[in-house]
């Protein structure tokens, strides 16, 4: 099972670094969305994949009577969730008002901030 979650994340992470290489910025926020969905699906693995019972300790006890679930994991990926939402929403709302100001979404095309009389730099090595 942990090695199908490391294929999974492997596939994650590679088609995000896919699409954060492209020239179009839409393309750049499918990939920004997916990144997130794998580093929570890294750090869920991470965590330890096992059917455990809640970390409730009894009244009467110090400690937990046998093995519980690690609740760490588990915070980290709710609170990694409302983070890449609320950044994901920011680059959309980025994205879209550059659209709405330059009229393209393509990288190469945004050239508001360079001299119009020079040329282009170099688009690859």
Do not use: C
Not at 72 to 84: D, E, F, H, N, R
């Amino acid at each position: 099972m942990d090695g199908l979650f490391a294929i999974v994340i492997g596939i994650f992470f590679a088609a995000s670094l896919y699409l954060m290489m492209s020239r179009r910025i839409v393309r750049i926020l499918i990939g920004v969305a997916i990144l997130g969905n794998a580093v929570n699906l890294l750090i869920f693995t991470a965590g330890r994949l096992a059917r455990e019972v809640p970390p409730v300790i009894a009244p009467d006890k110090w400690v937990p009577d046998g093995a519980t679930a690690n609740p760490l994991p588990q915070a980290l990926i709710l609170t990694a969730i409302v983070i890449s939402f609320s950044f994901f929403a920011f680059l959309l709302v980025l994205a879209f008002r550059t659209y709405r100001e330059l009229g393209t979404d393509a990288v190469d095309e945004m050239r508001l901030a360079e001299p119009a009389v020079e040329p282009a730099p170099p688009g690859g090595y």
